[in-house]
């Protein structure tokens, strides 16, 4: 069973329409069955429409008996247009999910969503289980010593940068003395 379902804010269609009409030919002519929802007002308790539920389409309603606009006005807020758009999840999260429940496929898509899981999870069982008990131990036991290594390398290479500072901070000195010198003989030569 082929299924779409748009959840309707009534405040973006000039921004999703002419993006999406030309699914409407394409859903119809497929036979998918199309559902267009939308909300009574801002609270769940409102309840929601069924604006269209067809497997012939012929076109996208843009807006319901509320719209998001509707809502932002009444409390004084502003569209959100960056970002995750959160008012407009919860606009129509909760009419997707009413819907859902309301057809019964809920119960069926955790199953299949269940289903699916189980069988990433008997996949992932066999791979692991292509590996013996022994064959982990030997790649821990391996990646432990590498890790070791690694570590031991990490500890020469900062005594080693260690030294080269000291041996650099040694040649700045004996420059900055040898400079000092080098002054002090160029006044003494020029005061002769």
Known sequence: MQISRSCRTGSRIRCNSPGFEFMIPLLRENGVRFVQLARNGHLQADGFT???DSRHPE????????????????????PQVAGTRKCSLWAKGDVG??????????????EEVERLRGAVR???G????QFG????????????????????????????????????QEAEDD?????????RMIRLESQR
Request: charged letters at 30%.
């Open 50 to 52: 069924i604006l269209d």
């Open 59 to 78: 076109q996208l309603i843009a807006r319901g008996p509320w719209t998001l606009w509707d809502d932002q006005e009444s409390v004084g807020t502003v």
């Open 97 to 110: 999910d009413w819907w859902l429940k309301q057809v019964g496929d809920n119960q069926r898509l955790r």
């Open 122 to 124: 008997r996949s992932l």
């Open 126 to 129: 066999q791979q692991l289980d």
């Open 133 to 168: 008990a022994a064959d982990l131990g030997t790649r821990i036991d391996e990646l432990t010593t590498e890790n070791q290594q690694l570590r031991t390398e990490l500890d020469q290479a900062r005594a080693q940068a260690s030294q080269l500072e000291s041996k650099l």
């Open 175 to 183: 420059l900055a003395a040898a400079r000092a010198g080098l002054r």
